[in-house]
């Protein structure tokens, strides 16, 4: 992780992506949610929306084409699509960026993003997002662990157009009369089959025990709110059960709110000479 003083003062954020998330960082970074911390700009496939949008929520920011971005910054957020996550991720890394990623899921398909960062002496950051107990895993991971599990309850309407659940013959736009499965495996196959909801499986895979021996539970369930998130994990030196019950995004119910937030701690961190956790 680089020291507080290798970034620029105040340390230069760029966002590349200007969806839901996009734009309610920008709106706190503008407002100053983060003193030490300058948003510099911006990118999206379509720069001319991206520009208005920027001038509406952050003036101060500048809508550059996506080769330009390491130029302005010293920390690339994405916060764009699982599709577009490969090509971000090369442009931050192959310059030597911090790359806070939202689409950790893509991570599952593109492990060679680890090897250039490596390369390149760049960094990868991933937030916890909605994601409970991370750091009590990392440090279970210190020692041996034996077995984690994630479950993941979503409202119906949210899966109902996913492959996966149309490959199944459900018909989840039809009132359910109690919580019905849809995916059990591994947080492999779990990314794989569900792109937009399962990054935190990843996440999960990535500071336990792995892609392949992390496994994965997806419910449709109508009487959570949110994603409601339950890990189990099994250690040596420890047993954790952890739950969270998230509260969906008003711009984009697929995502939760406390998204913005943890990338902004993760910012936080990386600039904060107080570092707390492991």
């Known amino acids: ?13 760029a966002l590349a992506g200007f969806g839901n998330v996009g734009r309610a960082l920008a709106s706190r970074f503008h407002a100053g949610a983060i003193p030490a911390v300058r948003l510099t700009a911006v990118s ?10 920027a001038s ?27 599709e577009a996550f490969p090509e971000i991720a090369r442009v ?63 409202r119906p309407e949210l899966l109902a157009d996913e492959p996966a659940v ?34 935190i499986a990843v996440t999960l895979s990535l500071a336990g025990i792995g892609l392949d021996r992390t496994t994965v539970e997806v419910w449709a369930d109508t009487t959570v709110r949110g994603p409601v998130i339950t890990v189990e994990v099994e250690a040596e030196d420890v047993t954790l059960r952890m739950t969270s019950r998230n509260i ?14 943890s990338i902004l701690a993760a910012v936080r961190g990386l600039i904060s000479p107080l570092q707390i956790g492991s």
């Not at 950790?104 to 991933?126: C, F, T, Y």
């Not at 969906?248 to 937030?261: H, M, Q």
């Open 1 to 13: 992780m680089p020291s507080p003083g290798s970034l620029s003062h105040p340390a230069r954020v």
């Open 166 to 199: 149309l490959g199944q013959g459900l018909d989840l736009t039809k009132p359910l009369a109690a919580p019905i499965r849809v995916f059990a495996g591994s947080a492999r196959a779990a990314a794989a089959a569900f792109p937009r909801h399962l990054n």
């Open 56 to 82: 509406q929520v952050a003036p101060a920011a500048v809508a550059v084409p996506l080769e330009e971005l390491p130029a302005y910054a010293d920390i690339i957020i994405e916060c764009a699509t699982h």
């Open 44 to 53: 999206a496939r379509d720069l001319a929306k991206a520009r208005t949008l």
């Open 248 to 261: 969906p995004s008003p711009g984009n119910p697929r995502t939760s709110r406390i998204v913005a937030l």
């Open 92 to 154: 931050a890394l192959t310059a030597g960026k911090v790359l806070i990623p939202v689409s950790v899921g893509a991570l599952a398909a593109h492990p060679e993003i680890i090897d250039l960062a490596a390369k390149h002496r760049g960094l990868i950051k991933i937030a916890s997002g909605a994601l409970p107990g991370l750091d009590a895993l990392r440090s279970a991971a210190e020692g041996a662990i034996k077995a984690v599990r994630l479950e993941n309850r979503t």
